[in-house]
T-cell receptor, first 109, second 114 residues
Framework: GQNIDQPTEMTATEGAIVQINCTYQ??????LFWYQQHAGEAPTFLSY??LDGLEEKGRFSSFLSRSKGYSYLLLKELQMKDSASYLC??????????WGAGTKLIIKP | IAGITQAPTSQILAAGRRMTLRCTQD?????MYWYRQDLGLGLRLIHY???????GKGEVPDGYSVSRANTDDFPLTLASAVPSQTSVYFC?????????????FGPGTRLTVL
């Protein structure tokens, strides 16, 4: 079967750093996406990894290890507006996305 | 402003009724998708279209149909709605020639079937 696992919910403090993990078991791998989704809104693209290593984009970074079936999203200098759900999605063998259930991130002042 | 629009924003529907959710994009993307999002579950693919004139079944296609007569429009039809189809429906599109082939999402339609 195909499986994407993320923590259901995480809490962090404004100004801090948080790491959201995603592990996957899929039949085929053609890349991994992270999306952000604010409550009641559509998902929006954050990052894409297809090779092992770290991709940095401003306050957000994403890491991939294909051999471990593992990725994480790192958010630095947290702001209240970062309160949202973060969705991990793997591009499978048929090039369709397989989505995790998402991690709800709560930022406290 | 380029993007994807969906209509209606929300709808309450009696079971057994027919309903079409509309989706239009103006980015000239070749691929389009319909997902449903339910609490505690990931986005689940209902149907997709890789190019105008072709469609394919996703993970949860039963009870839904789609058509892709042109590049811009990708309507989703529920022939006879059932309460289990209560969900938030998102339409998305992607450009296979883009850097990441990331999907761009519409604002969603919140559907309640009673």
């Amino acid at each position: 079967g195909q499986n994407i696992d993320q923590p259901t919910e995480m809490t962090a403090t404004e100004g801090a750093i948080v790491q959201i993990n995603c592990t996957y078991q899929t039949s085929g791998f053609n890349g991994l996406f992270w999306y952000q989704q604010h409550a009641g809104e559509a998902p929006t693209f954050l990052s894409y990894n297809v090779l092992d290593g770290l991709e940095e984009k401003g306050r957000f970074s994403s890491f991939l290890s294909r051999s471990k079936g593992y990725s994480y999203l790192l958010l630095k200098e947290l702001q209240m507006k970062d309160s949202a759900s973060y969705l991990c999605a793997v591009v499978g063998s048929n090039y369709q996305l397989i989505w995790g259930a998402g991690t709800k991130l709560i930022i406290k002042p | 402003i380029a993007g994807i629009t969906q209509a209606p924003t929300s709808q309450i529907l009696a079971a057994g009724r027919r309903m079409t959710l509309r989706c239009t994009q103006d980015m000239r993307h070749n691929a389009m998708y319909w997902y449903r999002q339910d609490l505690g579950l990931g986005l689940r693919l209902i149907h997709y279209s890789n190019t105008a004139g072709t469609t394919g079944k996703g993970e949860v296609p039963d009870g839904y149909s789609v058509s892709r007569a042109n590049t811009d429009d990708f309507p989703l039809t529920l022939a006879s709605a059932v309460p289990s189809q209560t969900s938030v429906y998102f339409c998305a599109s992607s450009d296979a020639g883009g850097d990441y082939n990331e999907q761009f999402f519409g604002p969603g339609t919140r559907l309640t079937v009673l």
